[in-house]
């Protein structure tokens, strides 16, 4: 396994009355044992294809074309979409691209996922866009933010570069009619399909996700060998204590149901994890934030919100349950030169490397929370590549679909979210009346 999930610390034995009890964590994991039996017949029977995706690599085969096209002719291959849609891609590509460029051979990727018309500005004037590509996902082909995003960047380019614009779009979207297929018909636009039954917050380890990552330069069979571990002991038929999502669910579900953690910090120490915190909280929110139930997703970063957040955590209310990601890093990067560091004050870190400093700071961070009474589990990485990354992202898609069983609600659906869209139509239909 890729990781290693501690939760030693989210117990009573560990925190007094702020942490769960053994007896009902048993019986809430003893709980997930119909959500496992259920994953393993969705995948047998094919009705979930997110767990037939960790072993499939013929559609990986079929994307190498259009992978090495993209990084033949851009310079720049810009993600268009929003939510799943691109923090799978954004979690992903950050493994190869930590902010200062891509890798030898690569174009640089860069996820749109807002419709703030200053930064869609911003990219149409300083990119050159004869040497720009562009991906267009929408799952349900009807998203206004991406089709927006579209009809800007495609008008953009299209004066820059006439005729051969289409050359310069693909677009992914659900085999049926809808408005971004048309659109791509109409235009001479290439298309992938996009699986119906894959939702966009699953969809990291479809080629929604892997296909950028593919053209960053990343192993994108890898990410779906991580993620063939941690479904491995589903499929197999494990018990839910060997299982470590339902692990996690059950300890979520008791935390919040028992002892009052209403909130979910996840808190990695690893820059590269940024965007991993951003996929996590959509994931979670979106997938269990119904009928009054679920936790709030927190992200978090080390050592950032050590040096923010951490009071909060520490000295504020007792409603928090905190997930610390930890990598093997001693003794990585740079040593700090004696002779630099050579007052009194200084001496702890005389001759450390910032691998040294970033282990100290990671651990102590998760035995103060401990101390201080906060439930904390930690996982813990040797390494962060593409393997560790996929076997994360299952994780936590599995944990999210468990905890889901645990709390009686459909982790595939967002009935809420359709209020807010149907609002924005309104008001753009009333703004186009006024002003004509």
């Not at 992938?192 to 950028?212: E, F, N, Q």
């Amino acid at each position: 396994m890729p990781y290693i999930q501690r939760i030693e610390n989210c117990f009573a034995e560990a925190l007094g009355g702020h942490g769960l009890t053994r007896a009902h964590y048993d019986a809430l994991l003893t709980a997930t044992a119909p959500a496992l039996q259920k994953l393993r017949a969705q995948h047998d029977d094919g009705s979930l294809p997110l767990l037939r995706l960790p072993a499939a690599r013929d559609d990986l085969a079929a994307l190498t074309g259009i992978v090495a096209d993209h990084r033949r002719r851009f310079g720049e291959v810009v993600v268009l979409g929003t939510g799943g849609s691109s923090l799978g891609g954004q979690t992903l590509c950050a493994l190869a691209d930590a902010g200062f460029g891509p890798r030898p051979g690569a174009p640089r990727l860069r996820f749109v996922d807002n419709v703030d018309p200053h930064t869609i500005d911003l990219l149409t004037e300083r990119l050159d866009l004869a040497r720009t590509g562009f991906i267009v996902i929408s799952k349900s082909g009807s998203t206004a933010e991406t089709l927006t995003q579209f009809f800007a960047c495609f008008a953009a380019v299209r004066k820059r570069v006439g005729a051969d614009v289409a050359e310069h779009f693909l677009a992914i979207t659900e085999p049926a009619d809808n408005g971004l297929r048309r659109l791509a018909g109409r235009h001479g636009i290439a298309l992938l399909d996009h699986d119906p039954k894959v939702g966009g917050r699953y969809s990291a380890l479809s080629l929604v996700g892997l296909l950028p990552a593919m053209i960053a330069g990343l192993d994108a069979a890898a990410v779906r060998d991580g993620a063939a571990a941690v479904l491995a002991p589903v499929l197999a038929g494990a018990k839910p204590q060997d299982v470590a999502p339902a692990i996690g669910a059950a300890l979520s579900v008791g935390l919040d149901r028992h002892a009052g953690a209403s909130g979910s910090v996840l808190m990695p120490y690893i820059d590269r994890l940024a965007y991993f915190g951003l996929w996590y909280r959509q994931l979670w929110a979106e997938s269990l934030g119904k009928q009054g139930k679920g936790t709030t997703p927190i992200n978090a970063l080390g050592t950032v919100d050590q040096h923010s957040q951490l009071q909060l955590y520490l000295d504020g209310p007792r409603d928090k349950m905190f997930t610390v990601v930890m990598l093997d890093c001693a003794g990585a990067g740079a040593r700090v030169d004696p002779a630099l560091a050579e007052e009194a004050s200084l001496a702890y870190i005389a001759g450390r490397t910032v691998g040294d400093l970033m282990d100290a700071e990671q651990r102590a961070t998760a035995a103060t929370l401990v101390r201080n009474g906060r439930p904390t589990r930690v996982l813990h990485l040797a390494r962060l590549d593409e393997r560790a990354m996929g076997a994360l992202m299952m994780h936590y898609m599995l944990e999210t679909i468990i905890a889901a069983h645990l709390l009686g609600v459909d982790p595939f659906d967002q009935p809420s979210v359709e209020e807010g869209k149907v609002l924005t139509r309104k008001y753009l239909a009333e703004s186009a009346g006024a002003s004509s």
